[in-house]
Every structure is written in C-alpha cells, then in structure tokens.
C-alpha cells in the first residue's frame, strides 16, 4: 500500500474533467499535495483526441466548443493560450433531406425554428402552413415540465421539423434524436422561456434567440485540443497512473483506492470523472443510490471515420453536412474540416460519423466497411468519385450520454447521495460540452477541497 505522506488527491479518469479537476486541485492545494490521475487508455483526454492526418492536427472526438459561452475561452487565456483560439471560416453547414441538400435554417434553436419561412424548400406546404399557425393556437405547458423535445415539436410544428431540422442537430450532439433528448436539455432556453409563460412555441423560440448573432458560434485549439491537454497536465504536475480503479473503501483517514493490478493508493479526497457506466459501477459499493442513478443514464456509441483527400477535390464551400431522419445515408453528418476551419496543408480533411443511440453500428462495423460506406455517402450527398490519401478510424463506445426527460433530477440524485470528500464530474452530468464539462469539474473540486480543508 502506498501511503501519503503529504496531502493526496486521486482523480480517477483521465479525460478533460479529470485534467480540469487535476489542475483546480492544484490551484486550491499548492505545489507539495501529490495529484494522482488514474486512466488506463493509451494517452490522457478521453473524448478530446488529436490525431495526425495527412500531417496535420485534427482532433478526431469533439472538435468544437461554443465560443460564446465563457468557460473555454477563459481557461485557454488562464493558461497562456489565448492566441491558440481560432474560429471558423464562416462557410455554413447544410441539413441532407430528401436527397438533396439545404440551407441550415437560419433563425434556428438547435433546429427549431422561430419562423414558417426559415424552413421553406425542407419541409412542405402543410407544415409551413403549421407552423405559420401555430401562434394561434392555444398551448399547454407544464412549467418545470421536461417532456422529450421531439414530443412537443412534433405537436407544435409536425413530424418533418422534428425529423428534418431537430434530430440532424441532436443527432451531432448527442448521437440521439428528439425522440429521446429532453426539451430542458436540448433547448434550455426554450425551456425558460416556456416556464416564463411564452404564449406559442414559435414565441419561445424567438426568445430565446441571441439577442446578438455577431461573433462565431464555434471555436476550436489550433494545433487540436492536444495543445490544451498538455498544458493542463503540466499546469497540474499530476502523476499519471496508467491503470483503472476497480474499488474505492472509506475510512477515517480519508479514500483507499484499488487498481486493476491489486495495487492500493491513498488519498485524502477522490473526484471521479468516469462516463456514466463506469462511473456507476465505481461507485455501487461506497455510494448505491448515486450509483443507481448514473447507471439509469442512457449512452450511445459512435464511430469517427478522418479523412484526407489530395488538394483541388471538388468538395463544396460549406462547412459540412448533417443529415436528416430516414435518409438512404449510413453517416449520420459529415464534416469539411478544411472548408469549416480552414486548411493550409498538403490534403484537405474531412469527417464522418456513424452511429446513434440503439444501433451497434460502433461496435459491429469492421472499418473497411467503414471506409466503403464513406466514399458512398460522399459520391451520394456531392456527386464526387473521392481517393483517400489517408484514413483513420477511431470508436467511441458508451461515450455519449444521452439527456433525456428529468435527466437534471437524474444528476442531482448522482451528487445526493456521495459520502464526504467525494464527488463526481464527466459529461453525464450537466452536458455533453467541453464548457459543462469545466463546469462540472470546477464543482466537483469545490465540493472535494471544502470536505478536506478542515
């Protein structure tokens, strides 16, 4: 057994939440505690992943954070790297329905529209008819209600929206549909403003517009998300312990943890920042309920296909293509990284990702098929014969949390019921987003420091 001899923390899962929870222990603790951050994969970052394509970085797991939300642009100006935040090129995505492509609708909250004209060309007569109606028509909404977003689309506005704009949104996200995201979760501010008494969903929606639509949505970590990762490794000083935790015990001296070689650590306070399935079998023995109720979490696995293709290969100038419910497509969006970011080497890049909520696709799909389906979506969807330079195929299995109905009581019970100097964090909790996932750590530090500080 290893004993500490000065203050030790343990955090256990090596992703983004648990590098963020490392190096806030570290700001809280000073430079003598010993932060040990247990992950058995092949290198820390869990879904956040930089690959070399073609010679250049590209982040193969979540590319993307939401710039106008504060917390990403914040650590990276923490940590001196401020100049590594870029944007997008400005080029827009398209939705794929109806075997053609359209123009993403603008005026949009994750796919709901706040207008009948925003979605003419993607959806019919009817339903433009719909939804230039739908203000009249009389609503009932149970405020605090959290009903599946598809549920009350469909009802506002029809099928097509839902299946058409909401779920290839969703589906990029979460790997899920509207038949199965929350309303709270899918569209917080839709939410609020429904709860604040918005008469029509069409009022909600445009409540919950920006209020300004200048500066980029999307922002991203020139050189990929690695730059981040090191740094915060760094900035943390952690110990990496390549091996996973099978048990925690309490005592009153604090946590004992025993890794999957019978080895047995020390720590005054532990944060587990698992996915939701581990995380609950972690924590059955020293804390069932929470347990129960991360294992009640739903998750998805999915599959990214990256790819470089020689320069001059006639993609389109858009940013990608997310494509509707029902479409004779095997990708579920794709992604002209080069187009969207921008690209200066010897290959343009692009993505794609297969794989939603109840389907094996990640797990039972050998990669040459992988690779044969890509080049059919890419000739079905822009009409092009493409040659691949290179090719690179990484899964993501139960890495996706999905966020249904009530699923903020289901993370409130999670956090409930933990014994002292113990807390959670991970993108099952408060979102699947690289800032909720700071979110999520800076609290589950708190909750840990403010347990051992006495």
């Known amino acids: 057994m290893t004993g500490p001899r000065t203050p030790t923390y343990a955090v256990v899962g090596g992703g983004i939440s648990g590098l963020v929870a490392a190096y806030r222990i570290r700001a809280a603790v000073g430079g003598e505690a010993t932060i040990l951050v247990f992950d058995p994969a092949d290198r820390l970052g869990g879904v956040l992943r930089t690959e070399t394509v073609c010679g250049q970085p590209m982040d193969i797991g979540a590319e993307a954070f939401v710039a106008r939300r504060p917390e990403v642009p914040a650590l990276l100006r923490e940590l001196g790297l401020a100049d590594h935040q870029i944007t997008t090129t400005g080029v827009r995505p398209t939705i794929y329905s109806q075997d053609r492509l359209h123009p993403l609708p603008p005026g949009a909250v994750n796919g709901i529209p706040s207008s009948a004209e925003s979605v003419a060309g993607l959806v019919d007569q009817a339903t433009i008819a719909r939804i230039a109606a739908e203000p009249d028509r009389p609503l009932q909404w149970l405020p605090g209600g959290d009903p599946a977003v598809g549920a009350v689309v469909a009802e506002r506005f029809g099928q097509q929206v839902v299946a058409r704009s909401v779920d290839p ?51 991203a970590v020139a050189g990929g998300y690695r730059v981040l990762l090191a740094e915060l490794v760094a900035r943390s000083g952690l110990q990496w312990v390549p091996t996973a935790v099978c048990e925690l015990a309490a005592d009153r001296k604090g946590w004992e943890l025993t890794d999957d070689t019978g080895h047995t650590w020390r720590a005054n306070g532990v944060v587990v920042a698992l996915a939701a399935p581990q995380a609950a079998a972690l924590l059955d023995d020293v804390a069932p309920r929470s347990a129960a109720a991360a294992a009640r979490v739903p998750v998805a696995s999915a599959v ?151």
């Open 304 to 454: 990214v296909l990256a790819m470089g293709v020689p320069p001059g290969t006639p993609l389109p100038p858009q940013s990608g293509v997310l494509v509707a419910s029902g479409e004779n497509l095997h990708a579920k969006a794709i992604t002209l990284s080069s187009r969207k970011w921008g690209g200066h080497g010897d290959a343009e890049l692009l993505r794609m990702s297969f794989g939603r909520f109840g389907d094996d696709v990640a797990r039972g799909t050998a990669d040459d098929v992988l690779r044969a389906w890509a080049l059919e979506d890419l000739a079905t969807v822009f009409g092009i014969a493409v040659d691949p330079v290179e090719v690179l195929v990484h899964r993501w299995l139960d890495s996706l949390p999905q966020y249904g109905p009530g699923h903020a009581e289901l993370a409130a019970e999670v956090r409930a019921e933990l014994p002292p100097a113990l807390a959670v964090a991970g993108n099952f909790l408060d979102g699947v987003g690289v800032p909720a996932c700071l979110v999520a750590a800076g609290r589950a530090v708190d909750v840990v420091m403010a347990a051992t500080s006495s």
């Open 169 to 219: 949104m969703l589906s990029g996200v979460y790997a899920g549909s509207a038949a199965t995201i929350g309303i709270r979760s899918a569209v917080p501010a839709v939410a609020a403003a429904l709860d604040a008494g918005a008469v029509s969903l069409t009022a909600a929606v445009r409540r919950a517009l920006p209020v300004s639509t200048s500066g980029p949505v999307f922002g």
